[in-house]
């Protein structure tokens, strides 16, 4: 043990932790580092290190090859997971419980935009965090409305921008999806894309309020007036994507960036440069955590499918990030009662 620490059980620590962190962050935000440090937990019971006083870097690099294989994770989700930890641990040197200094010794990933591009996504605990950020600060915005309908809805960026004022009933909480060529609108899968997609009280608040006091009250080229306006008519799809990048930049809706960098000079705060940050995502990985986090609150794949206009087959293969740990746990709840 060094000299001066005091011994603290890693289950003890985290409590400690969760409860100061509970006096300066959001519900969302103390339940995701929750669940992440769960995971380091775990690892420290099987591995038999009952004090913090003994971690040491070897250690935290061993966690993080065990927590990148157990989950099957890929770098920008493992850069979250060791930027919470890296917090902890930087917590507990404050209360003598590790060795100063031991928390640089977790190396996060490198992210390069377009390495990880097809498996990056907004998993759930970023999404809530963000949706609460959003309800609170900026609601009924665009930005605001356009993110609840993507992400309740998994629906692609096209269809988003296809959608009219006329496309949504709130008596019935209804999206209605159409493709319109001639109209200057279209969706991915054309006619066979067509469909009707339901949405909650909440989705529908944050709508109702958006095209009551927000929307611009415009029509585009073609005499329609579309649900997510700008001030020229329609905006365009890479116009409502670069809403997407520069909301889901950590630093917006967190107010800490989990890179260290200085956000005085952080190039990803510049204009049009939202996406040169690490952690912000596209609308793509936005509904591909949608789509996940369907499936892990056990949505059955039929009705996922249906929902969000993609086939079983590739829903499987390209967007289905649920690790075969977690599959394997969602089967049980449905045979242990067997």
């Not at 109702?208 to 611009?216: P, Q, V």
């Not at 996940?292 to 794949?301: A, C, F, K, M, Q």
Request: charged share 35%.
């Amino acid at each position: 043990m060094s000299e001066g620490l005091e011994p603290i059980a890693p289950p003890e620590a985290k409590e400690m932790y969760l409860d100061q962190k509970s006096t300066e962050a959001s519900e969302s935000t103390v339940q995701a580092h929750d669940y992440r440090l769960r995971h380091f937990v775990r690892w420290c019971d099987e591995n038999d290190i009952e004090n913090l006083n003994d971690l040491s870097g070897r250690d935290l690099h061993q966690y993080k090859l065990w927590r990148r294989d157990d989950g099957d994770l890929n770098n920008v989700t493992m850069v979250t997971q060791l930027s919470t930890l890296r917090v902890f641990i930087r917590w507990c040197e404050q209360i003598d419980a590790v060795t100063e200094g031991l928390s640089e010794s977790i190396v996060l990933p490198s992210l390069s935009k377009g390495a990880d591009q097809r498996d990056a996504m907004l998993d759930a605990e970023d999404a809530n965090q963000l949706l609460e950020y959003l309800r609170q600060f900026e609601f009924g915005t665009r930005t605001h409305a356009l993110v609840e309908v993507l992400w309740h809805t998994g629906i692609r960026i096209g269809a988003a921008h296809s959608l009219d004022v006329e496309d949504y009933d709130s008596r019935e909480a209804l999206l209605e999806l159409r493709h319109r060529p001639d109209e200057g609108t279209t969706l991915k899968n054309k006619e066979v894309g067509e469909r009707f997609v339901a949405i909650n009280d909440a989705v529908c608040d944050v709508l109702d309020g958006y095209i009551e006091y927000n929307r611009e009250e415009v029509t585009d080229e073609h005499g329609r007036r579309p649900l997510f306006s700008g001030q020229q008519g329609r905006p365009s799809k890479s116009t409502l994507r670069d809403s997407i990048y520069k909301i889901t930049r950590p630093c917006i809706y967190t107010n800490n960036c989990p890179h260290g960098r200085d956000l005085d000079e952080c190039e990803a705060l510049e204009p049009y440069k939202a996406s040169k940050c690490p952690s912000s995502v596209s609308p793509h990985a936005v509904r591909r955590g949608a789509i996940t986090h369907h499936l892990s609150e056990d949505v059955p794949d039929k009705v996922v499918s249906d929902r969000m206009d993609v086939s079983l087959d590739v829903l499987d293969k390209h967007y289905d990030r649920r690790t075969e740990r977690e599959k394997s746990e969602q089967r049980r709840d449905y045979t242990d009662e067997l």
